[in-house]
């Protein structure tokens, strides 16, 4: 329906698919990226591209989708050409398990060593763990939107989730 | 958190998902669609433009090909009916015949 209505020139409507679909869209370059002003650029890169490519898209499948696999390859486009260097900043302190003086903070640390977590995994696997768990695609979903069969799919969700457990569940018994 | 038993757990884990969610969560939702919708406006107007000129371009080429196929078709015609005739006068053949002279015609009979 929106997306119709963007295709005919409804500029709104196009707006309003952004605002539906804008931090889904840059979660999932992150996930990719790292860098959130590089996942922001490839997002707009892919909501640009999906503008374009609107003509294209078929109003009878979902519409995410569709989307999130123009993200996905406007993320690993801009991760290629700009060779992404992945710059380890750890703070002693919070891999020590320092002080923590409120649950803000730990929560932040926390994302720290998430997003630290998925930098080390495969690419493929870091999007297919965010698109199943955050995001909440289906395994088919998944496959359609990187290009990949189904089986896995599933495998790379299950090796990403066994690293990112073992982190959570450190992280717990450390707090 | 729910632990899989099988790596092929179909559901999706919540507390994974939630603190993976607050990990990328990206900040500035309405900065960022802002700066997207006014990325988005301005390759239109460029398209608009280009795809502006190409017509343009595309009309002038299209009634000169117009234009050079009349001419060559007309050159055609005549040519090919100047061949047909030897260089004669193209009504005079299509009005066709020409009385034979009365003398020439009793000398052949006369000669029988």
Do not use: C
């Not at chain 2, 301005?42 to 009634?63: E, N």
């Amino acid at each position: 329906m929106l997306a119709g209505l963007a295709l005919a020139g409804d500029r709104g409507a196009f707006g309003e698919l952004v605002g539906r679909y804008a931090d889904q869209a840059r979660r999932v370059a992150r996930a990719v990226l790292q860098d959130p002003d590089d996942a922001d650029d490839a997002a707009q890169d892919a909501f640009l591209s999906a503008l374009v490519k609107l003509g294209q898209y078929d109003a009878s499948r979902p519409f995410g989708p569709w989307l999130m696999r123009i993200v996905a390859n406007a993320a690993t486009d801009r991760r290629r050409r700009r060779e992404v260097r992945r710059v380890e900043i750890l703070d002693e302190g919070l891999v020590a398990g320092g002080q923590r003086p409120d649950v803000a903070a730990e929560r932040e640390v926390l994302s720290e060593r998430l997003r630290q977590a998925l930098a080390e995994l495969p690419e493929r696997r870091r999007m297919a763990v965010v698109l199943f768990d955050v995001e909440g695609y289906s395994h088919a979903e998944i496959a359609g939107i990187l290009g990949m069969p189904e089986g896995t799919v599933r495998s790379e969700v299950f090796h990403a989730r066994r690293r990112l457990r073992t982190l959570l569940a450190d992280w717990r018994d450390e707090g | 958190m729910t632990e899989s038993n099988t790596p092929f757990d179909h559901r999706p884990d919540p507390v994974l998902g939630e603190a993976l969610r607050a990990a990328l969560a990206p900040r500035d939702r309405a900065e960022f669609v802002a700066r997207v919708l006014a990325a988005a406006n301005r390759p239109a107007d460029v398209l608009v433009d280009v795809l502006a000129r190409w017509a343009r371009l595309g009309i002038a080429a299209a009634l000169l090909a117009a234009l050079a196929a009349t001419l060559v078709v007309g050159r055609g015609r005549r040519a090919a009916t100047e061949s047909a005739v030897g260089g004669a006068d193209p009504e005079a053949v299509v009005a066709g015949v020409q009385e034979p002279e009365v003398g020439v015609l009793f000398a052949s009979y006369s000669d029988r």
